[in-house]
Structure formats: C-alpha cells, structure tokens
C-alpha cells in the first residue's frame, strides 16, 4: 500500500485478505473493516471459528497498518 491514495472498506478487506494469504495464515480470516473519525479503519481479524485474534488500524491515507492493543 503506497500514500497519497484514498482506500475504500472494500479495498481494505482485500489488501489484508491477500496479505494473510501470502503470509500462509489460511486460519485467518478478515472479520469486519469498520472506518472510524481519525481517516483510518479498523480490521478486526478473526479465527476459523470467528474468534477475535487481532485488530489493526489502517490510515486511510497512506495504507499504514498498526496493531491495536
């Protein structure tokens, strides 16, 4: 993901989506991708069973992901 674009939620989902799969995490999956007020989103990834194991953050902006804790 490179700055200067403005990502849709879809566009969001399938980024992390591909991410996961060239990773070889096959066990995740991405759950919901929710915009928020600061022009970022926030991923929720999930399990097989749809367990929550990790949300992200993602600038709307430049594509930076981070882990939320």
């Known amino acids: 993901m490179r700055g200067d674009r ?3 939620s879809d566009e969001i989902k399938r980024i ?3 991410k996961l799969a060239l990773q ?17 989103f926030v991923v929720d990834i999930l399990t ?3 367990s929550l194991a990790a949300k992200l953050t993602i600038d709307r902006q430049t594509g930076h992901i981070s882990a939320v804790e």
């Open 6 to 8: 403005s990502y849709s």
């Open 16 to 18: 992390i989506d591909g």
């Open 24 to 40: 070889g995490l096959t066990r995740l999956k991405v759950g919901g991708v929710k915009e928020i007020e600061e022009g970022a």
């Open 48 to 50: 097989q069973d749809d």
